[in-house]
């Protein structure tokens, strides 16, 4: 998404260094209505854009109205990241104990995919952050508990879980940053590959030559599904080679199928 400046800059910039400001009368404000209003302003004026200041400026309020409710800009963020997970589950619902566990964590691969590419700037703001609310406790235990019922051994549990979330967050944000790009900048780096690297000379550079047209074609979603593909296949082959209390593959049950 191109950045835009915000309407309201040069009011923006005389705060910033001190200048007159208009006084605003001051009315409650409920922490939802902050961070859904900062989610407006970062999609809208890109990461960058999001400030406590230009914030304020969009709820209409002094800035220390914000103050009161979030003690600075990082527990503001983590309030966002917050929402993006909450987002995310109502998207998924409850998950039917019919369901496979691998067709449980596609499920929340797809949802993820779609919110964090949804609000490109939230994502490359937030996607690293941990933010110990209620929301993330709910997305933790799901996915625990997704890989848990593999019949993996908790230390594998834990493995499986921090690579497909740092797989999938880590993806999520790639596809956004890209996204949070001037149109013309995605553009010209969409370009790249049929401009100038299949016009590499065929002697040095042979397979990248090969290449280049169907490396143009490969779609971010598509790499995305692939890597989720492949960590969910190294679980199973875990679950499948897992060395139970016998000291035997599989004596400890076998995973759930």
């Known amino acids: 998404m191109a950045k835009r400046t915000a309407t309201g800059d040069s009011r923006s910039a005389g705060e910033e260094t001190g200048g007159p400001r208009r006084r605003r ?27 406590m200041r230009r914030l304020a400026q969009e709820l209409d309020v002094d800035v220390t109205a914000l103050y009161r409710l979030f003690r600075d800009k990082d527990e503001l963020l983590i309030a966002l990241c917050e929402r993006t997970i909450e987002l995310a589950l109502d998207e998924i619902g409850e998950v039917p104990g019919t369901e496979s566990w691998q067709d449980a964590l596609r499920r929340v691969a797809e949802v993820t995919w779609r919110v964090q590419t949804r609000y490109p700037a939230i994502t490359t703001l937030t996607f690293a952050r941990t933010t110990g609310g209620p929301a993330e406790h709910r997305m933790v235990e799901l996915l625990l508990s997704g890989f848990a019922r593999s019949g993996l051994a908790p230390d594998r549990v834990a493995l499986f879980y921090r690579t497909f979330v740092e797989t999938v967050l880590g993806l999520c944000a790639g596809s956004a940053a890209l996204l949070t790009l001037p149109p013309e900048d995605r553009a010209k780096d969409a370009a790249t590959w049929t401009r100038f690297y299949t016009r590499l000379p065929a002697a040095d550079c042979p397979a990248t030559r090969a290449h280049a047209e169907a490396l143009a074609l490969v779609d971010e979603k598509a790499v995305y599904d692939t890597a989720v593909e492949a960590v969910l296949t190294a679980a199973e082959q875990a679950a499948r080679h897992r060395v139970g209390p016998g000291g035997h593959p599989g004596s400890s049950g076998g995973p759930e199928a």
Do not use: I, M, N, Q
């Open 25 to 51: 009368a001051r009315r409650s404000l409920r922490p939802e209505e902050a961070v859904e209003a900062a989610f407006r302003v970062a999609e809208r004026d890109g990461p960058t854009g999001l400030t």
